[in-house]
């Protein structure tokens, strides 16, 4: 069974799974990047498990029949949050295979943004002029603080997962992506004070205290309800979990590691 996607405007692109590969030059293999199809610059994310094995482990870690496929769940909160007015790439197009119930491959398509790089790439190579890192993490903490207002909670918000117009970054325009495990609405088992320490697991080593401080100050300003003190109890709780558990994969360790305890900020 196949399933895609496409977005208003989007088509002209194939209405098949097989379609849509083979129109972009791209196979069943686990890849990302930009590619060119009719005049259009869009960015893949492709994911595959090839053997009985992978689909099988993939089942028991909540990919079964009864769970949307995870680009296919980007897809449709990209949608939400572009059109709930939140800075969010466009998507084109999404779509997933399965067999006997398992995902065999899934892929997303998204609108290229050129000039675009993460934050925590910019951040770790100091790429920024320290005069803008205030209004951007004001600008952040807006954003992020009406995000969560309006009740989505994103779930994977790490500084690697929010863009930067590096062309203009006098502009401060920023958009939230990787977004597959997020979710609107007000039963969740990790709500905001997760998404703070995902923020707070690197901006507390790579920020100063100023825009920390400017981060948190837009953010309870656009949630006017929220208890400020309560929220940061949250935060560093979070923060603290995230740096023990990336320090125990080596996969995530780099050159420098995160502070376990962070400079306190005096918001009231």
Known sequence: MECVV??????????????VLQGLGLGRIRT???VELAGHAYYFKINSYPTPVRRITRFFQNTGPWVTPPHLAEYRNLCWLRAHGLPAPRPAAAGYERRWGLIVSHFL????????RDLFGLLREDALDAELLVPLCSKLGGVIGSMHEQGFVHRDLFLRNILLDTENPEA??????????????????????????????WAATLLPAEARL???RAYFGARPGCKPRAMLRGCESWRRKLVRFFHRKKRYRLDFKPVMDAEPLGVS
């Open 6 to 19: 496409r977005a208003p405007g989007q088509e002209f692109l194939p209405d098949s799974y097989d379609g």
């Open 32 to 34: 990302s990047g930009f």
């Open 214 to 216: 400017a981060f948190f």
């Open 172 to 201: 401060l325009q920023v958009w939230l992506i990787d977004c597959r495990k997020g979710s609107h609405g007000w039963l969740k088992w990790r709500g905001p004070t997760y998404d703070l320490g995902c923020f707070e697991k």
């Open 109 to 116: 398509l998204t609108e290229r943004i050129d000039g675009a």
